[in-house]
């Protein structure tokens, strides 16, 4: 009897020159191209967390939605979300999730996924920049601008 396994296949495929892609070099551009990209239907409903890709230029490869949760939380699966940012060969990320209810304090389980993040990213030579709260009205808060990244 012979076993069959499935063959994996990896892929990436851009629909634009790197060159063309906007180059992140503060939390205010980070925070705006994010914000431009949000669902505005949906960022005062309920909790989306994304992840910016960056390439070792820090130019945006691609914004990827890890998850949508409910109104005062999302789950953050770190299988996936290093799943995407490998299969991606990003070199730097910005992780990013909205409150929808407008406040820009980062509650302990943000800074704790975040540290999470950190770590994990540390064992494949992948730099966290930065972890961007946003709110409906476009206002935005830094971890690493406030020094808890």
């Given at each position: 009897?012979?076993?069959?396994?499935?063959?994996?296949?990896i892929?990436?495929?851009?629909?634009?020159?790197?060159?063309?892609?906007?180059?992140?070099?503060?939390?205010?551009?980070?925070?705006?191209?994010?914000?431009?990209?949000?669902?505005?239907?949906?960022?005062?409903?309920?909790?989306?967390?994304?992840?910016?890709l960056?390439?070792?230029?820090?130019?945006?490869?691609?914004?990827?939605?890890?998850?949508?949760?409910g109104?005062?939380?999302?789950?953050?699966?770190?299988?996936?979300?290093?799943?995407?940012?490998?299969?991606?060969?990003?070199?730097?990320?910005?992780?990013?999730?909205?409150?929808?209810?407008?406040?820009?304090?980062?509650?302990?389980?943000?800074?704790?996924?975040?540290?999470?993040?950190?770590?994990?990213?540390?064992?494949?030579?992948?730099?966290?920049?930065?972890?961007l709260?946003?709110?409906?009205?476009?206002?935005y808060?830094?971890?690493?601008?406030?020094?808890?990244?």
């Amino acid at each position: 009897m012979k076993t069959k396994v499935n063959e994996i296949s990896i892929k990436y495929k851009g629909n634009f020159k790197i060159s063309q892609a906007p180059k992140i070099s503060s939390s205010v551009n980070a925070a705006k191209l994010l914000y431009n990209t949000w669902n505005k239907d949906q960022i005062g409903l309920q909790e989306c967390f994304k992840v910016m890709l960056l390439n070792n230029a820090n130019k945006v490869k691609g914004i990827f939605e890890v998850s949508t949760g409910g109104i005062t939380g999302t789950l953050v699966d770190l299988r996936i979300l290093f799943a995407v940012i490998l299969k991606s060969l990003s070199c730097a990320v910005i992780l990013a999730h909205n409150h929808p209810s407008g406040t820009l304090k980062p509650s302990e389980a943000d800074k704790l996924l975040t540290q999470k993040v950190i770590k994990a990213a540390k064992l494949l030579d992948i730099k966290v920049l930065d972890h961007l709260i946003l709110t409906p009205d476009g206002d935005y808060v830094s971890f690493a601008d406030e020094g808890i990244l």
